[in-house]
C-alpha cells in the first residue's frame, strides 16, 4: 500500500515539476501580488478612514487645536470639497467616512456605516478637554441614504460573476485541451467559433440565473431595494457577464496546464476586486490607480449595477460603463478567438 501511495505521491511530483510555465508561475505570482499591492497600497493609501473636508478654517482656538489634533490622527485620509452637498452624495454612498466642518464643529456620518463609527471614535479621541468635546455637533445624515449592505450588495453580485465567468469558462477550457476533449472535438465538423458561441451562451445562462438566484433570495432575507429598473440592471448583467467570460477566453486560448491557468486567473481576479471597489470606495486613491481600474470590466459592471440599484439610474446615465464594457468583450473576443488553438501548445 505504502509503495503505492509512493508512487503515485512521486509521479505527481514529477509531472508537477515538469510543467515549466506552470513551475515558474507558482513562484512568480506571489511575488508579483506582493510587488503589485506594495506599489498599490504606500503611503497615504495605508489609510483606510476618509473624512471629507467642507467649509472655511477654524475660527476657535478650540475647534483648530482640536482640528490639528484630529489631522494627526493615524489611519485617516481627509479630502478637501468645495461644496457640502458634493461631500453628503459621497457620504451617502459610503465613499467618504464622515463629513467635518473645522468652521464649526459639526459632524456628520452615516449611522449604518460601520467606518463611520470608528471615524468618529477617532475624532472624540482627538480632543484634549471638555471645552473641546462641547464644540462638536453631531448631524445625522439628512436625504436619501444608501444603508451599507444595499451599497456593498452589488459589489458582492459582481465578484461572484467575475469568479463563475473567469474560472466557468477559462479553467474548463484548459482542462478540455489537457484531456484531449478539444483535440477529439477538432477533427469533427464543429468549428471554434461554434464551440466558443455555446461555452459563452452556456456560462451566460449560469451566471444570470445563478445571480437572479442570489438577488431574489437576498432581497427576500434582508429586504434589498432595487430602486432602478430590474431590465436595465438584467442589461447591464448580461453585459458584464459577456466581458468577463470573453476575458476567461483570452486566458483559455492556448493553455493546455491547469496549474498555469489558475495562476494567471488569479493574477487577474484577485487585483481586480480589490481595485474594482468591491469592498471599499476608491474615492481619494492614487490617480494612476483610479485610471488602471478604469481599464477593468468589474469596476464598469460594480460601478452600473450600484447605480441603478441604489440612485434607480437608467441606461443614459450609465452609458459610459455600458460602452466600456462592450468594447472590452470586443477586444477580448477578438483576442481570444485569435489566439485559440484547439491541442497543445
Not at 467616512?97 to 467606518?115: A, L, N, Q
Not at 471614535?121 to 478637554?129: G, Q, R, Y
Not at 494567471?264 to 469592498?279: A, D, K, R, Y
Request: overall charge positive; hydrophobic content about 45%.
Amino acid at each position: 500500500m505504502f509503495t503505492r501511495i509512493f508512487t503515485l505521491f512521486m509521479a505527481r511530483n514529477k509531472e508537477y515539476f515538469r510543467d515549466k510555465s506552470a513551475l515558474g508561475w507558482n513562484f512568480i505570482f506571489p511575488f508579483l501580488i506582493i510587488a503589485g499591492f506594495g506599489v498599490i497600497f504606500t503611503g497615504n493609501s495605508r489609510d483606510i478612514y476618509k473624512i471629507a473636508i467642507t467649509g472655511p478654517a477654524p475660527n476657535t482656538q478650540e475647534i483648530s487645536s482640536l482640528y490639528e489634533n484630529f489631522r494627526s490622527m493615524k489611519m485617516l485620509q481627509f479630502l478637501n470639497y468645495e461644496t457640502f452637498d458634493s461631500a453628503s452624495a459621497k457620504l451617502s454612498h459610503h465613499k467618504v467616512d464622515m463629513i467635518f466642518e473645522p468652521s464649526t464643529g459639526k459632524y456628520w456620518i452615516s449611522k449604518t456605516s460601520p467606518k463611520g463609527y470608528i471615524a468618529e471614535k477617532i475624532l472624540e479621541a482627538a480632543s484634549t478637554d471638555q471645552h473641546q468635546d462641547k464644540k462638536l455637533i453631531k448631524i445625522e445624515i439628512e436625504g436619501k441614504e444608501i444603508p451599507y449592505q444595499e451599497w456593498l450588495f452589488p459589489g458582492i453580485l459582481g465578484m461572484n460573476m467575475m469568479f463563475s465567468a473567469l474560472f466557468g469558462v477559462g479553467y474548463v477550457v484548459v482542462r478540455y485541451r489537457k484531456n484531449g476533449v478539444l483535440k477529439r472535438l477538432s477533427v469533427t465538423p464543429l468549428k471554434p467559433w461554434e464551440f466558443l458561441t455555446a461555452q459563452m451562451l452556456s456560462r451566460m445562462f449560469l451566471i444570470i440565473f445563478s445571480t437572479s438566484i442570489v438577488y431574489t433570495g437576498c432581497s427576500l432575507l434582508y429586504g434589498f431595494k432595487c430602486r432602478g429598473s430590474f431590465v436595465d440592471l438584467l442589461i447591464t448583467v448580461a453585459l458584464g457577464g459577456f466581458s468577463m467570460i470573453s476575458l476567461g477566453l483570452v486566458i483559455a486560448s492556448k493553455t493546455s496546464s491547469e496549474e498555469l491557468a489558475e495562476g494567471l486567473l488569479n493574477f487577474i481576479t484577485w487585483p481586480m476586486m480589490f481595485l474594482s471597489g468591491v469592498w471599499f470606495s476608491l474615492e481619494g486613491a492614487k490617480p494612476w490607480v483610479i485610471t488602471m481600474s478604469k481599464f477593468l470590466p468589474l469596476y464598469h459592471l460594480i460601478s452600473a449595477a450600484r447605480k441603478i440599484m441604489n440612485d434607480g439610474s437608467g441606461l443614459y446615465e450609465i452609458r459610459y460603463e455600458l460602452i466600456s464594457l462592450a468594447l472590452m468583450s470586443l477586444v477580448f473576443l477578438t483576442i481570444g478567438s485569435l489566439l485559440f488553438k484547439w491541442g497543445k501548445e
